[in-house]
């Protein structure tokens, strides 16, 4: 068959104590502050946390693409047993769309519009080659280059004629299937897809989810998905970790955390989610939203959390596991841990 | 029935002309009274033709068919003293709050110029009063907001202002398109519930226009669903959305991932919307191409608007129901408001 359809390795990727800062004139922002986490190999693992919450720089931080004034500040991020944060640069490069590949937050409205997607697509390939042989252009044909394209093309779903076509020419739905067949040509074993729907019409986005789904069955990928809709992750993942103010507030397997949220967080956006069987009033958080540059002492979320007591402000929790698979960061369960 | 307030009469809006053109919205019947504060959701996917509808109502573009009336009259045929009530009667509210907003000049400068424009204030000391009062009113601390730079706030709070600039002109009807698209799910009730505010304790209407069946929900009495610039169903959002009847309706409610893991929702699959076809030429049933109930008859001729037991909705599968004359809403919608209510229950129609 295809080499698209060729399997990969599965990989484990172990994310442990991930620091991220950012050094702006008004301060530091902690903007991930001790985030720790496994993506098992072939799972999909949702993040998911209101804008702002750290996201985004995880997602660029797992492809040690921090620019400054961000920088990565602490932590390990393994991909099997390397440290992907301790890396050089240059091995770094052999290691990106290759073993773990990025589809951006807002990717399908940055491609080149004057360049025709086969070439936009060409370009990834060759430049990753290039970096690894060193060579000035790599070891490929045009024409085994084209068949490629074409066979990502019709992996993501499209026509091989849209290689010949120039991004405006085509719809929002086309353009994120274009992204993700970048994204995948490499054969990544761990694809991070960063909000990869939200401009999408719902529609569309059920038909990007499944042709990302089938992507990542084909290439026995994992992925990591960032969002903020818990519907979407509650149909998409294995796994959700909740984000909150640079951290992760809990983990669980997506019908456990919907079934019986534990951290407060956690509970409030499940019993504020829109629902059309029963009659929904707003919802709201209460207080302030979190602020990076001067964050609250103890818990991040004890200004807002509506079951407070004494040691949330002084002391900041750890995420532990309380119950099998079971990941919470929250003084309520203190006594709970099982060891 | 009096005369009302903003009325579209078999409006039609083309792009571009020959091969290239594109029906945006395509004979669209529609009337806002004046009788009862009310909120008209409008509801379609990305290129449906919304954002058409706001500026053929806005005043921003001309119909290539059919007429826009304000109070009665053509809007190309306003009079001065007309036009300056249109202009503030009708209010907008869009997408994008940094849009409106000049960075050079603090936020104040926003509030004040329509407050200068209508002469609405009679001095300093009461315009800085309306002023306040206005961003009380959406919710805002004026000690926090007045003084600021646009950049300075978040987009929370810009759209908020520039909700508070619009009560500001009293007026009776407000056109949001999209206003919630580019902010959180956790402020989006923030600005949803000052939209409520607005509605009830100050009488002005909304058109409010999304691709989000789910706030749509939240806030609206009416539900119109748009396909293609084609009128799919409309009727009291409630219905519409619990027992949706049309087709596409079906697929959109469908369509939506909810919280619940048991849902299997990345099971069904979807013919593709023929994205990126030209949506101008087709005869007939515009959803033909996708619709698993597909016949015959829907690929010869436009269905019209039948009127079912709970909503008006284009789709010849309900055929054996009486049309709707003219393609007008406005009659149907009032007649089935009857019972209607928007989702979260606490408000009933008047009549
Ligand atoms: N380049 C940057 N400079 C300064 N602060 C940044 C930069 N990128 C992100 N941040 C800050 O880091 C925090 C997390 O942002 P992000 O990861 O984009 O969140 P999310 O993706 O969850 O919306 C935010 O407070 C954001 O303002
Ligand atoms: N100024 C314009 N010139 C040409 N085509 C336009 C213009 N404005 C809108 N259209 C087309 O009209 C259709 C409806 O667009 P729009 O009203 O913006 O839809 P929506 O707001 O529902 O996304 C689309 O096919 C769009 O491409
Ligand atoms: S008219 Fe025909 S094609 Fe259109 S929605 Fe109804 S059954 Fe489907
Ligand atoms: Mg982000
Ligand atoms: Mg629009």
Same mark, same amino acid.
């Given at each position: 068959m295809t080499t698209a359809t060729t399997q990969t390795a599965a990989a484990t990727l172990r994310v442990e104590d991930l620091r991220v800062q950012f050094h702006t004139p008004r301060g530091v922002v902690r903007a991930v502050d001790g985030v720790s986490f496994t993506l098992r190999p072939g799972e999909r693992f949702g993040l998911v946390g209101e804008s702002g919450s750290g996201k985004s720089t995880i997602a660029l931080a797992l492809m040690r693409l921090i620019k400054p004034p961000g920088r990565i500040a602490g932590g390990r991020i393994l991909l099997e047993d390397e440290d992907l944060a301790a890396l050089p640069e240059d091995a770094m490069r052999s290691v990106r769309m290759a073993r773990i590949a990025l589809i951006p937050q807002g990717a399908m409205n940055s491609l080149?519009?004057?360049?025709r997607v086969k070439q936009q697509i060409i370009d990834g390939i060759l430049a990753h080659e290039r970096e690894r042989s060193?060579?000035?252009?790599?070891?490929?044909?045009k024409r085994d280059l084209e068949e490629r394209v074409a066979e990502l093309l019709e992996s993501v779903g499209?026509?091989?004629?849209?290689?010949?076509?120039?991004?405006?020419?085509?719809?929002g739905g086309m353009k994120q299937r274009v992204c993700i067949a970048i994204a995948i040509a490499l054969r990544p074993s761990i694809i991070i897809a960063d909000e990869p729907t939200s401009a999408l019409d719902v529609v569309v986005q059920r038909q990007i989810m499944q042709t990302l789904g089938a992507v990542q069955a084909r290439l026995g990928a994992s992925v990591l998905l960032i969002g903020h809709d818990m519907g979407l992750m509650a149909q998409f993942v294995d796994r959700v970790g909740v984000m909150y103010g640079g951290k992760l507030a809990e983990i669980g397997p997506t019908r456990e955390i919907f079934a019986e949220p534990l951290h407060p967080y956690t509970q409030m956006l499940i019993s504020s989610l829109p629902s059309f069987d029963r009659e929904t009033s707003f919802v709201k958080l209460a207080g302030q939203p979190h602020s990076p540059l001067n964050p609250p002492s103890g818990c991040v979320f004890h200004p807002r959390c509506p079951r407070a007591f004494e040691p949330c402000p002084a002391r900041v929790p750890v995420l532990r596991e309380v119950r099998p698979d079971r990941f919470v960061s929250c003084h309520l369960y203190d006594g709970a841990v099982e060891s | 029935m009096t005369t009302p307030l903003l009325e579209l009469k078999h409006v039609t809006k083309v792009f571009g002309h020959g091969e290239g053109a594109t029906v945006a919205l395509s004979d669209f019947s529609f009337a806002i009274g004046e009788d009862a504060a009310t909120i008209v959701a409008v509801a379609g996917e990305s290129g449906s033709g919304k954002s058409t509808l706001a500026r053929l109502m806005l005043g921003f573009i001309s119909p290539s068919a059919g007429e826009v009336r304000y109070r009665g009259t053509d809007l190309r045929r306003l009079s001065r003293a007309e036009r300056r009530n249109f202009r503030r009667e009708i209010q907008a509210i869009f997408?994008?709050?940094?849009?409106?907003?000049?960075?050079?000049?603090?936020v104040d400068h926003l509030l004040t110029t329509p407050i200068k424009n209508f002469k609405l204030a009679s001095s300093r000391a009461e315009a800085r009063r309306q002023i306040e009062t206005a961003l009380a009113t959406v919710g805002l601390n004026p000690g926090e907001i007045l003084g600021r730079y646009p950049h300075q706030l978040s987009g929370g709070q810009r759209q908020r202002i520039t909700i508070a600039r619009a009560l500001l002109l009293r007026p009776r009807l407000i056109i949001a398109?999209? +206003?919630?698209?580019?902010?959180d799910a956790s402020l989006r009730a923030t600005i949803l519930e000052s939209l409520l505010t607005l509605n009830r304790e100050f009488g002005i209407s909304f058109i409010y226009i999304t691709h989000d069946l789910t706030t749509a929900y939240q806030i609206s009495e009416q539900l119109i669903i748009l396909y293609r610039g084609v009128v799919a169903e409309a009727g009291p959002a409630k219905q519409v959305i619990r027992h949706p009847q049309h087709p596409y309706t079906q697929l959109l409610i469908r369509s939506i991932p909810t919280p619940d893991p048991g849902q299997r929702w990345m099971e069904e699959v979807v013919a593709s919307s023929g994205e990126g076809t030209d949506a101008a030429v087709w005869q007939g049933c515009p959803f033909a191409s996708r619709?698993?109930?597909?016949? +015959?008859m829907c690929q010869e001729e436009r269905p019209p608007l039948y009127l079912t037991e709970g909503a008006a909705v284009s789709c010849y599968l309900y055929r054996e129901s009486p049309t709707i004359e003219e393609g007008d809403l406005t009659v149907t919608l009032g007649a089935l408001a009857g019972a209607g209510s928007r989702g979260n229950g606490s408000i009933t129609v008047g009549s």
């Open positions: 080149n519009p004057v360049m060193g060579s000035r252009n790599g070891s490929r044909s499209l026509r091989r004629e849209v290689a010949e076509r120039y991004p405006h020419e085509l719809s | 997408q994008d709050p940094f849009g409106v907003y000049n960075p050079f000049y603090r398109d999209e +206003p919630v698209s580019m902010v619709c698993p109930h597909v016949m +015959p």
